[in-house]
């Protein structure tokens, strides 16, 4: 990401040089939220809406929560009218990223969506080298070429079995989330808070022509948690947490994600990925452990 989808990019936050209690008030900060975006699975799961109707009310009710956090900072509503085609590139990124995802969460496993969620990264990585000349680590090659193979691993069983539709929209999920972190390169200056809140807008105007009103009022309960508390919330912790970690930190605790999540729906929901995608995600995760791992040490 990412986070529930979304993660900022890290390279594109300042990292200040904390003090130990510093330190540690930023793991907690990112630990938490990244725990809080492990639920999108079983938020997604317990839902009787439909991906369009599940995607708009959670883009509304996180717009809503967003809106009103960017309106208090300095700059006010400034920050989102003055956003700038970088900023709007983020948005729509961003958009496109929250869509897919949630789309492709009604056709394959939830370990599925998460594991090439944590591949974007490494896709941006490749991104970044083709449209802005960056180079990429020798550490960075072997992971992307492990990503690749746990990837290949993982959708294996999909493909013989017809159900590839949503390792398609996984990837261009991925695909569009590494596209909005180079764009974050490219003008390191682009408030993502604003970005988000306009991605939020957005995702809600692309699903509203095909939304439902909710069910019932448990569902409504269930959407506000999902776009308030598991998106908005849990964002506004992470990007305050990260800017007291060094950046490598922070990637190693947002692997937890992909770990929780499918976790969580099997514990839930009983939901099995199967055994090649739990080889392939293991392959994914292993080689985001080691690469983080890797930048830790040298940093």
Do not use: K
């Not at 809503?64 to 208090?72: E, S």
């Not at 099997?266 to 994914?284: C, F, K, N, S, T």
């Amino acid at each position: 990401m990412v986070r529930p989808e979304f993660q900022p990019s890290l390279a594109s936050i300042p990292v200040t040089a904390p003090v130990d209690g510093s330190r540690v008030r930023g793991a907690v900060l990112v630990g938490v939220a990244t725990l809080v975006w492990s639920s999108s699975g079983v938020i997604t799961r317990l839902s009787s809406a439909d991906s369009a109707t599940l995607l708009f009310w959670r883009s509304l009710f996180a717009f809503g929560f967003l809106l009103a956090v960017v309106a208090t900072r300095p700059g006010g509503l400034g920050n989102l009218l003055h956003l700038g085609w970088v900023g709007w590139g983020v948005a729509v990124s961003f958009a496109v990223s929250m869509l897919t995802f949630i789309v492709a969460l009604h056709l394959t496993t939830v370990a599925h969506v998460l594991i090439f969620q944590a591949a974007s990264p490494f896709f941006a990585a490749i991104l970044a080298w083709a449209l802005l000349r960056e180079r990429i680590s020798g550490a960075m090659l072997a992971a992307i070429a492990a990503t690749i193979i746990g990837i290949g691993v993982m959708v294996s069983d999909t493909l013989f079995a017809g159900r590839w539709q949503g390792d398609v929209l996984s990837l261009i999920m991925c695909v569009s989330f590494a596209g909005m972190i180079v764009l974050a390169r490219v003008d390191r200056r682009v408030d993502m808070l604003a970005a988000s809140c306009a991605a939020t807008l957005v995702s809600g105007l692309a699903a509203a022509p095909f939304a439902s009103l909710p069910g019932s009022p448990g569902e409504v309960v269930l959407l506000m948690a999902f776009g308030i508390g598991q998106m908005g919330i849990a964002l506004l912790m992470f990007t305050a947490g990260i800017r007291l970690l060094p950046a490598a930190d922070a990637g190693l605790i947002t692997v937890l994600e992909a770990v929780l999540a499918p976790i969580w729906v099997w514990l839930v929901v009983g939901e099995d990925p199967g055994p090649r995608a739990l080889i392939g995600g293991a392959i994914v995760i292993l080689a985001l452990v080691g690469y983080g791992w890797n930048e830790r040490r040298r940093a």
